[in-house]
């Protein structure tokens, strides 16, 4: 059996290293066929890995350095070459297949930038990751990395995001749209009716699907979403915080009085169901696309569940040659890009 490898920055995230050795017990168990290179401070991560029996096999490079939560991008590309997270980094182009930190994620960006470089092709990386909606997951990017684009980034990150639904998420031929204000072909600013008008052309190639406002980001129309990273984010911390909100008033609205105890009782199965499905930890792991590697972000805050669900994104794209996949797709569009 090929084994895996992936590289884990242990001392990233608001719980790191305990979290990160928890997930990857779990992702260990989860995918047998996975090795791990644990990032990080030798004194404190070989006791909290010899009590996991299952990743007696697994490598640690010694580092006292990390990198803090609030630490400015720009600071740390001088000084930190050597911390837990730039070395993880580094090892994809040479010795893994793919990393994963919970760190800070202004510091990963410029790192991944600097060390593994964009694939030809693409100008820019761009942050995807999943959302639940009524039918299932819908991947959306760019989440927060280009705050201004062009049609031509957009293109790309409906090619990129083309092949992360089919890899990741499973889907054999993932419907495309664009993020606008409206459904109709006038609407929206010009880059992004041009690069819509790219994309009709591009219907051997890529699923497009039109446009597709905010309110129906949920409804499981399509399975990948098109937008700039100023967009993006607000959509996702909307959706994060309207989520939050909707969960802890349902949370206070159950235990009001004796007959709202009552109904949660008698609806217990489809709240847990419901609770489920809407769980973030499942979709714990973004990725930076449109790199010659394979970067994977956990929420910082994330216990080892979702922490693990992050490596095994990470594993399905190594595993599925998402980069070389991307690349052929790629080589084929160079003539709309302009």
Known sequence: MKKIKIS?????????????????????TRYPD?????????????????????????????TMEFIKPNDKPSNVIRRGTNTSMALAIKSVKNQSSAMVSAGNTGALMAFSKLFLKTISGINRPAIAA??????????????????????????????????????????????????NIGEEEIKGLSYIQEASEILKNLSKIINYCG???????????????????????????TAE?????FTN???????????????????????????????PRK??????????????????????FGFANAIGVAYDMAKYNFIEDLKKKLSTTTKYLI
Do not use: W
């Open 8 to 28: 884990l920055d242990a001392m990233g995230g608001d719980h790191a290293p305990e979290i990160v050795v928890e997930g990857a017990t779990e992702a260990k």
């Open 34 to 62: 996975i090795d791990f290179i644990f990032f990080g401070n030798k004194d404190v991560l070989y006791p909290l890995i010899d009590s996991k029996h299952n990743l007696s096999d697994s490598e640690i490079v010694h």
């Open 130 to 179: 999943c959302f639940p909606t009524k039918r299932g997951e819908v991947c959306m990017l760019d989440l927060g990395a280009n705050i201004e684009c062009d049609k031509n980034n957009l293109i790309q990150f409906a090619l990129m995001g083309q092949a992360f639904a089919r890899i990741v998420i499973g889907i054999k031929n993932p419907k495309v749209s664009l993020l």
């Open 211 to 237: 446009y597709v406002e905010g309110d129906r980001i949920t409804d499981g129309l399509v399975d990948v979403i098109v937008t700039d990273g100023f967009t993006g984010n607000i959509a996702l911390k």
């Open 241 to 245: 915080g309207i989520s939050s909100f």
């Open 249 to 279: 008033s349902l949370k206070e609205s159950l235990k009001k009085s004796i007959f709202s105890k009552l109904g949660y009782f008698l609806a217990k199965k489809s709240l847990e169901g419901f609770r489920a499905h809407m769980d």
């Open 283 to 304: 979709y714990n792991g973004a990725v930076f696309l449109g790199l010659n590697g394979v970067v994977v972000k956990s929420h910082g805050g994330t216990d080892s």
